[in-house]
């Protein structure tokens, strides 16, 4: 199998600009991190979006061999969430965000689809997320793609630090495994 920093062309700066966003947000660094979003934004999205997916599917895979349920869900998302709020200010990490990303890896989340379409309450006024401060009903809004490339790095750091092995390996194998579907494709 060929290392993914022997790939060319955008594949490796995809590779390089996740490597450097997931890094800086494992070790809570958070002017190296906004400078390692701004180049993994600047990444071509569409193959960008599909190598943070892979990853994350992966990542989960291994975690959760057994599969996952709404309690794993909702687990890897708060943890994700107060591991990130201990470097990053809460209002720059937003919950709709981090769920976008981990659904989107599953693939039961469209990008283009929003929240308010999906889920909104008949009574906005009546949303409200009780473990946060304010009276200020929740409306959560579908996430923009610079807000993808933002948290998905955040949830790989948080499931790295739960599995066993580094992050180069699973980028080894997420380019490996997009390779073999775009093969699948061509006729």
Same mark, same amino acid.
């Given at each position: 199998?060929?290392?993914? %920093? &022997?790939? #060319?062309?955008?594949? %490796?700066? $995809? #590779?390089?600009?996740?490597?450097?966003?997931?890094?800086? +947000?494992?070790?809570?660094?958070? =002017?190296?991190?906004?400078?390692?979003?701004?180049?993994?934004?600047? @990444?071509?999205? /569409?193959?960008? #979006?599909?190598?943070?997916?892979?990853? $994350?599917? @992966?990542?989960?895979?291994? @975690?959760?061999?057994?599969?996952?349920?709404?309690?794993?869900?909702?687990?890897?998302?708060? !943890?994700?969430?107060?591991?990130?709020?201990?470097?990053?200010?809460?209002?720059?990490? !937003?919950?709709?965000?981090?769920?976008?990303?981990?659904?989107?890896?599953?693939? $039961?989340?469209?990008?283009?689809?929003?929240? @308010? &379409?999906?889920?909104?309450?008949?009574? +906005?006024?009546?949303?409200?997320? =009780?473990?946060?401060?304010?009276?200020? =009903? $929740?409306?959560?809004?579908?996430?923009?793609?610079?807000?993808? #490339?933002?948290?998905?790095?955040?949830?790989? +750091?948080?499931?790295?630090?739960?599995?066993? !092995?580094?992050?180069?390996?699973?980028?080894?194998?997420?380019?490996?495994?997009?390779? !073999?579907? /775009?093969?699948? /494709?061509?006729?």
């Amino acid at each position: 199998m060929v290392s993914w %920093r &022997e790939l #060319g062309g955008p594949a %490796r700066g $995809i #590779g390089t600009a996740v490597l450097l966003a997931v890094d800086a +947000a494992q070790s809570a660094d958070r =002017p190296a991190f906004e400078a390692a979003v701004v180049e993994l934004s600047a @990444q071509p999205a /569409e193959p960008t #979006g599909l190598l943070l997916g892979a990853l $994350i599917r @992966q990542l989960l895979e291994d @975690q959760h061999v057994d599969g996952l349920d709404a309690d794993d869900i909702r687990t890897v998302l708060s !943890r994700s969430y107060a591991a990130t709020t201990l470097w990053l200010p809460a209002d720059t990490v !937003r919950v709709e965000a981090l769920l976008a990303v981990l659904s989107s890896a599953l693939g $039961i989340h469209e990008p283009g689809v929003t929240y @308010q &379409e999906v889920a909104r309450p008949s009574v +906005a006024a009546d949303w409200r997320d =009780p473990d946060l401060p304010g009276d200020r =009903p $929740i409306v959560p809004r579908a996430p923009t793609a610079a807000e993808y #490339g933002r948290h998905a790095p955040l949830l790989l +750091a948080d499931l790295l630090s739960t599995g066993g !092995r580094p992050l180069v390996r699973y980028l080894d194998a997420a380019f490996a495994e997009i390779a !073999r579907a /775009e093969a699948m /494709e061509l006729p």
